[in-house]
């Protein structure tokens, strides 16, 4: 019998390149990878690609994308399959020779992954029988993506937004993400619980990856904040996202905004906000509309860019005062981002959200003579009419001031949108991205040289799931991780078209555009639902993602920071002098003459007309009738009280 701690001989080359070194002991559910800590360079030709191939083959490879690169997929056979006669469908699965990247590091290693579930990284791995192996060749693995904002299925105005959670989950799958986090919008009058509730059976039944939901709050009073909690406590949601637009429909007051976040703070959630001064856009809305603007250019007109930078800089001012940590939702301006990056650099808890939209394509498209492909961008905040933003959005995304990505997938077809054919600002708003969002983001930032394939991964799953707590079940490739990933062709080539896309909807707004870096294989919940351009997906199999409170990467410089602000009185002696009597005049309201405020008309007082004279020739006046004093004696004439006498 062995003591405890030590391993039996037969166990300690288990999974071991060399008898010198033995396979290390587990430690627990997220071992580290043998190795892969001591350094973030590898030695590659020792390595030989991780496979032992000669390198001038791999560089040939690699570099010769004319020809198709196909992906070797190997199902068990002879005594393997004996093994594992009573499954269907084999939950075992080994990738071989791939290139493991995170946001951390990259190294070439093995994986195997049994239940969903990542097991075992190293070389030379043992593993049961039964087992459906995939030969990677040196490429690169990546952490399933995730869409940090969707809209599926979202109702308006009685209408409901075309790609519902099946297929928007099939178009996330066939771009490489394998989670998205959709918007609970509840109507006016419609509880927290029962709108969350309600998108959870429809997510439930149609999604085919791993979900999870914000909640949008609509309105505020008591009972709200009542359900907020129960939401945190019971029902797996740490976000909550609040608007600055839309008037008299979503709109908060500043003050309603101070309360939510004040709420938010406490109860370890993070605060989201839709960023756009709703009160200018409304009668921005209306100026246009007389003018006679009614087509898709009014709706970006409507909508400058300092009205969405303005919101923005105020939602960072009173998540300051709160000390609340700050979610900025679909960042569309360059001025909206320079402020996230400035209050960042001041020390405030804030991030980002560019979206597909934002970083691929600009607003110029509003004034194309095609009404229905003008009203295909409409979305809010707009699509910035300069065309130098996408770049401008892409930089500042590589280099850390812009954090995450988003699609707000919410696209509608175009008999949807014609609502608004002779009112822009009731065109339907939303567009689509969300199986675009990878390869667009590899191609405008990766390709450029502006960011790395570590910093890829950063912003496409990682921070995505280090800030609403999914990490590192999510977001990283390591035991005891979810088996979502990504076998990443950097080389392969596409041209986006709605002829080619999985949208229901008849325009892709990044339509002809070439991008390059797409993905090969793409696993789901240890299963591949993505091969050689075939989806293999089941709808309704995706998993809802309940995710904790006070996450650890965004509380704890919000905890510091509650520390450091403690306020205390100076210290002082009561006053005792003379003080002085005030009274105080109730502040008089000048009386409204809209009916809608003030419904009795109040009597007009007799203006007396100043062009008719006083002056009678029958010398009657018309003040006759005010009785007057005989004489009045001046006290203090005008000039002082002057001796006349003395001035001689």
């Known amino acids: 019998m062995s003591t405890a701690g030590e391993v039996p001989a037969f166990f300690k080359s288990m999974g071991s390149d060399s008898p010198a070194r033995p396979r290390q002991q587990f430690c627990g559910m997220f071992c580290p990878v043998e190795g892969s800590s001591d350094s973030k360079t590898l030695d590659f030709d020792a390595l030989s690609m991780c496979r032992g191939k000669s390198d001038s083959r791999i560089i040939d490879r690699q570099t010769d994308i004319s020809q198709p690169r196909k992906v070797e997929i190997r199902e068990s056979t002879g005594k393997e399959a004996l093994q594992n006669l009573d499954d269907k469908r084999s939950d075992r699965l080994l990738i071989k020779g791939g290139k493991i990247v995170n946001d951390d590091q990259s190294f070439c290693a093995d994986i195997y992954m049994e239940d969903g579930v990542i097991k075992q990284i190293g070389e030379n791995l043992i593993v049961p029988g039964g087992v459906k192996t995939i030969d990677a060749h040196g490429r690169m693995l990546l952490p399933g993506g995730i869409d940090v904002h969707t809209r599926f299925q979202m109702p308006d105005r009685g209408m409901t937004s075309a790609d519902d959670f099946y297929q928007g989950t099939k178009a996330a799958l066939a771009g490489g993400t394998t989670m998205i986090i959709d918007h609970v919008i509840p109507e006016p009058g419609v509880s927290l619980i029962s709108a969350f509730e309600q998108w959870r059976e429809w997510a439930d039944s149609k999604s085919c990856c791993d979900y999870s939901l914000h909640v949008d709050i609509t309105e505020w009073h008591k009972g709200i904040q009542e359900e907020m909690e129960a939401l945190v406590k019971d029902h797996g949601v ?208 990766v390709v450029t040289g502006k960011m790395d394939e570590n910093q890829f991964v950063a912003v496409t799953s990682t921070n995505a799931a280090k800030i609403f707590n999914l990490y590192p079940r999510k977001g990283r490739i390591a035991v005891g991780s979810d088996a979502d990933l990504v076998l990443w062709d950097p080389d392969i080539t596409k041209i986006i078209s709605a002829k080619s896309h999985n949208s229901t909807v008849e325009y892709n707004i990044f339509e002809g555009t070439e991008v390059r870096g797409g993905p090969l294989v793409v696993i789901s919940q240890g299963k591949i639902v993505l091969e050689e351009g075939t989806l293999h997906t089941t709808e309704g199999s995706g998993r809802f993602m309940a995710r904790k409170p006070f996450p650890d990467y965004v509380y704890k410089r919000i905890k510091a920071r509650s520390r450091l602000a403690e306020l205390r009185g100076v210290p002082r002696g009561l006053y005792d002098g003379p003080v002085c009597e005030v009274s105080v005049t109730p502040k008089t309201m000048t009386p409204s003459t809209s009916a809608k405020t003030s419904p009795a008309k109040q009597p007009n007082q007799p203006v007396r007309n100043l062009h008719q004279s006083g002056f009678s020739l029958s010398g009657a006046q018309v003040d006759d009738n005010i009785p007057r004093r005989n004489t009045q004696r001046i006290v203090a004439p005008p000039g002082g009280r002057a001796n006349i006498t003395s001035l001689g």
């Open 238 to 445: 740490n976000s909550f996202l609040v608007y600055l637009a839309y008037k008299d429909v979503f709109q908060l007051t500043d003050a309603q905004v101070y309360e939510v976040f004040s709420v938010i703070r406490d109860l370890g959630a993070i605060a989201q906000v839709h960023a756009e001064n709703g009160d200018i856009v409304a009668e921005e809305q209306r100026r246009m509309l007389e003018q006679g603007i009614s087509g898709p250019e009014g709706h970006v007109l409507s909508r400058p860019e300092e009205v969405e930078a303005e919101a923005v800089n105020r939602s960072v001012t009173v998540a300051n005062q709160t000390n609340c940590p700050l979610y900025i939702t679909k960042v569309m301006s360059k001025s909206a981002a320079d402020i996230i990056a400035q209050a960042r650099k001041k020390g405030t808890v804030v991030y980002g959200e560019p979206i597909t939209a934002s970083l691929g394509t600009d607003g110029s498209h509003y004034w194309s003579k095609n009404w229905a492909k003008a009203a295909a961008y409409v979305t809010s905040p707009p699509l910035s009419p300069d065309p130098t933003t996408p770049d401008y959005l892409n930089s500042l995304l590589s280099c850390g001031d812009l954090q995450v990505t988003g699609s707000a997938h919410c696209p509608f077809n175009t008999a949807q949108r014609a609502v608004g054919k002779d009112d822009f600002s009731l065109i339907p708003e939303g567009v689509n991205g969300t199986e675009e969002r990878m390869s667009i983001i590899w191609d405008k930032c």
